[in-house]
DNA sequence: ATGTCC
């Protein structure tokens, strides 16, 4: 579509700034430029950045020398100041962190509008507020304090089915797994393959242009899980004692886990929403990435109603993979239990009305169910938050990475992938090296680390576990 | 985590 092939990153290469004029210089080449050649296009747009004054009677390119020229001369303070001092936290498990993330977070409590802040025993360093940390805000929302993944979330069905089931029948719950679930960047249904859901007909896809091109692509993801550390699998859940609430007896029984977010809807409104936010709030290099918008403005509302829209995308995806496997082995359902660990919701913090960013961080009010995954090998939880003010009522989203993907691809023999495996009775299906089982923290310290957070209801053990393929390159 | 446009 794009002749000249220009793109955001050359216009900076060439001398135009981060911000509004950037989007409308992309706007004129697409409407005027399409068909010229890259190279005579890059010289005239580097011609109208550095002398703006020659072109304010060219034909196409007067609005855009218009807008450089009041730009270069609009007042430049801007700038949204930090305070000095970063507000105290609370860190569960800071033996387990690294200091990027304690430093990404001290970042966060000099924000305007923090109120509070915690940091979770699996956090480690992401874009703006790290991942495992909590921030709660007056009034307003940080696309980043969200993450890319807008609602990623954990999906947890347990079934009136005994453990023999799946060990006599492997081959079934195999087959129905690879059948019923997609993996991959990218990756969706194609036409008569695709899913319906009631979420696909909300009117939140009609609030703006921007998000009604993502609709049809939100279809086509319906049901699937992506790519990176999305799992889907089968395993075995073991209740020590009877649990009263769910009403299930002690016992162990086949369970289905699933973890995944909103694929490329949910990242597509990450991206448009942080870069909203970056032009309007202006903060210092440091915190550039924790931009936030006013709850009050039109653009914080927007961004909230797409957010909880992708976030109930996230859910039907989930929804939708459990009841097509469900139906495929015919269990009977005992319990579902599902939870976001990338999202913000509007609570109460201290008696204050407050905004709640959770990035990597399972929700953990008191008597709130959720779930905290180990590995592919190791177990995950089934867990009950005690409601700890002092952690924002939150615990951590899973293990944690102890290496990079890149350390773990390198560090990492397929022997020893395999060995582990095998030993912990696991069959894989998919995945690579890097999210191999020793890439990770071990979950019992994790869960050690925040005994003040959650109650442990019960236990969940992997024996058949569907990743994306091995994305890397490496032997 | 996403997927060929900041």
């Known amino acids: 579509m794009h002749m000249n092939r220009i793109n955001g990153n050359d216009l900076l290469t060439i001398g135009f700034n981060q911000g509004k004029i950037l989007g409308l210089a992309l706007e004129v080449l697409e409407k005027n430029y399409q068909d010229t050649d890259r190279e005579t296009v890059l010289t005239i747009m580097k011609n109208v950045a550095e002398k703006p004054e ?41 033996e387990h962190i690294d200091e990027g993330a304690v430093r990404q977070m001290d970042t966060a409590m000099r924000l305007p509008v923090t109120v509070a802040g915690a940091l979770m025993p699996d956090a480690h360093q992401g874009y703006g507020l790290p991942i495992g940390g909590v921030l709660a805000a007056k009034n307003a929302v940080i696309p980043y304090g969200v993450g890319v993944d807008i ?36 990756h969706g249904f194609v036409r ?58 002690a016992g162990r029984y086949v369970a289905l886990l699933s973890h995944s977010g909103s694929r490329g809807l949910g990242a597509t409104i990450a991206g448009h929403y942080t870069r909203l936010a970056k032009d ?51 269990g009977q359902l005992l319990a579902r239990v599902e939870n976001h660990h990338n999202f913000a919701w509007k609570e109460t913090w201290n008696g204050e009305d407050v ?27 089934l867990v009950r938050g005690k409601g700890l003010e002092d952690a924002i009522n939150s615990a951590s989203h899973g293990a944690g990475r102890q290496m990079s993907r890149t350390q773990a691809i390198k560090s990492i023999s397929h022997q ?28 019992n310290m994790v869960m050690d680390a925040q005994k003040k957070l959650v109650d442990v209801v019960a236990k969940f053990s992997p024996k058949m576990v569907r990743m994306a393929d091995d994305g890397s390159k490496e032997d």
């Not at 072109?55 to 100041?81: F, V």
């Not at 998000?211 to 049809?216: G, P």
Request: proline letters at 4%; charged letters at 25%; hydrophobic letters at 40%.
């Open 355 to 381: 905004i709640v960013h959770r990035k990597g961080a399972t929700p953990a009010g008191k008597g709130v169910m959720g779930i905290i995954p180990g590995s592919m090998t190791a177990p995950g939880f």
């Open 151 to 186: 609602g990623c979330r954990m999906a947890l069905s347990v079934f009136d089915i005994p453990e023999s089931h799946f060990v006599n029948n492997a081959d079934i719950y195999k087959r129905e797994l690879i059948d019923h679930t997609r993996f991959g960047a990218g």
């Open 280 to 330: 309007i709030c202006k903060l210092p290099k440091e915190a550039s990435n924790l931009a936030y918008l006013d709850m009050n403005s039109s653009e914080g509302q927007e961004y909230w109603l797409a957010m909880n829209l992708a976030g109930d995308y996230a859910s039907a995806c989930h929804e939708i993979i459990h009841n097509k496997l469900t139906k495929a082995i015919g």
């Open 192 to 249: 008569h393959q695709r899913a319906e859901h009631a979420v696909l007909e909300r009117n939140e896809f009609n609030m703006t242009q921007f998000i009604k091109t993502l609709q049809d692509k939100a279809w086509s993801q319906l049901g699937t899980s992506g790519g990176g550390n999305h799992f889907v699998e089968w395993g075995i859940i073991e209740f020590a004692e009877r649990d009263e609430v769910l009403n299930i007896p």
């Open 416 to 443: 020893e992938m395999d060995a582990i495996l095998k030993a912990n009775g696991v069959t894989l299906i998919g995945a690579g090296r890097d999210e191999a089982p020793m890439a990770y923290k071990d979950i």
């Open 54 to 94: 020659l072109y304010l009677d060219h034909e196409i390119l007067e609005d855009l020398a218009t807008k450089i020229i009041e730009d270069a001369n609009a007042p430049k303070d801007d700038t949204i100041s930090l305070n000095e001092t970063a507000m105290p936290f609370n860190i569960y498990g800071q």
